[in-house]
């Protein structure tokens, strides 16, 4: 099978306790290093590898492992990573440098002390000090690589930091992997496990204006967010979604792939309930999971949103416009450009 974006989950295990992480209602455990072989073994194409999913990666003992095996069919594979900060330990630290990976995010909604433990339950300055010491270390080996950025999940009460504070703590830290935004997810399959405080933090209009005046006038926002696309190493998920004309297609089945802890594939990161949703057993082979890929999107083109993709902004996109091609060539043809 052709797959030229991967994300595979290492764990679903995690040392902080974010209120929003489906990952904490999930089985808490670690990808097997067979599974993980199989699936390499099975695939064609690899060009990038995100190793992360609803755990803190490091947690696994066998991550550079995983790495290295990716790496033996695939020489020339781009690996990145979104970690929660905490495990920058020396030894960590030098496996990173080693296995050359090409980007790291951390994750983090509030560059306040008090409000991130109060978010994640860990502590700021545990991730602010072992950045530091990566930095550090890359600088000695006169390395460029890996590209650390942050990974921002917008929250209602944290969307006043996008200004400032968020910016502030990347030049702090002489971060130069930009940094990506995302509001708290309100899929059906997030908001299930999301409690009357959680529910809360879901970005409202407010909120929502707060953030966008942040990403159209803070020049420390904006040119931060510019790093993201002006280094030589392009992030995992921009690489993917701009492999395809997503007016169209989804570019998760067309070259992407996601599995799971347990062996399972689903048809993109976004979907949590492996069980009910997955595209077959990774243990099984690929070619079912192949085609099981292929009708999804032809669903899609067809107007319809398979049910995996209920609350899917890309998924919604893609069924309008394909009624609407469709729906222009029955009328005689008009070549307006959709949107």
């Known amino acids: 099978m052709e797959v030229r974006f991967a994300q595979i989950e290492p764990t679903t295990r995690c040392n902080y306790t974010c209120g929003f992480c489906v ?16 699936f390499i073994n099975q695939v064609e194409g690899l060009q990038a590898l995100e190793l992360q ?14 790495v290295a095996l990716a790496r033996e069919k695939f020489p020339q594979l781009e690996v990145s990573m979104i970690t929660n900060g905490s495990m920058f330990t020396q030894e960590n630290i030098q496996q990173i440098l080693d296995h050359g990976i090409a980007r ?29 010491h990566l930095i550090a270390a890359r600088n000695e080996r006169n390395m460029h690589t890996p590209l650390i950025g942050l990974s921002v999940t917008v929250l209602r009460s944290t969307a006043g930091e996008l200004e400032a504070g968020i910016p502030a703590f990347y030049k702090e830290l002489s971060l130069d992997g930009g940094i990506n935004i995302q509001a ?13 405080n959680m529910q809360e933090e879901i970005v409202d209009r407010e909120a929502s204006k707060i953030a966008q005046q942040a990403i159209a006038s803070s020049k420390s926002l904006h040119n931060a967010l510019k790093d993201r696309q002006n280094k030589n190493h392009i992030g995992f998920y921009e690489r993917l979604y701009g492999s395809v004309d997503m007016r ?10 996601y599995l ?7 048809a993109c990161c976004h979907i949590k309930d492996y069980d009910r949703h997955t595209l077959g057993s990774v243990s099984d082979g690929v070619r079912s999971i192949q085609a099981q890929r292929e009708k999804m999107q ?20 893609i069924a309008r416009n394909s009624l609407k091609a469709k729906s222009l060539i029955q009328k005689g043809g008009d070549q307006r450009p959709l949107a």
């Not at 990952?23 to 993980?36: E, K, S, V, W, Y």
């Not at 790291?104 to 072992?130: H, M, T």
């Not at 799971?260 to 689903?266: A, C, I, P, R």
Request: aromatic letters at 8%.
């Open 104 to 132: 790291i995010f951390v994750s983090l909604e509030s560059a306040k002390d008090q409000d991130f433990q109060r978010i994640r339950g860990g502590k700021l300055d545990r991730v602010r000090r072992g950045i530091r």
């Open 298 to 317: 032809e669903d899609l083109n067809s107007g319809s949103i398979p049910l995996a993709c209920s609350g899917c902004i890309i998924a919604k996109n």
């Open 248 to 257: 169209f297609q989804c570019p998760w089945l067309i070259n992407g792939a």
């Open 184 to 196: 708290l997810q309100t899929m059906p399959q997030y908001q299930a496990i999301y409690d009357q």
């Open 260 to 266: 799971s802890t347990d062996g399972k594939m689903v």
């Open 53 to 66: 999913g609803e755990g803190e990666p490091l947690l696994h003992p066998e991550f550079f492992d995983m």
């Open 23 to 38: 990952g904490r209602h999930m089985p808490q455990q670690d990808i097997a290093l067979d599974t993980f072989r199989s």
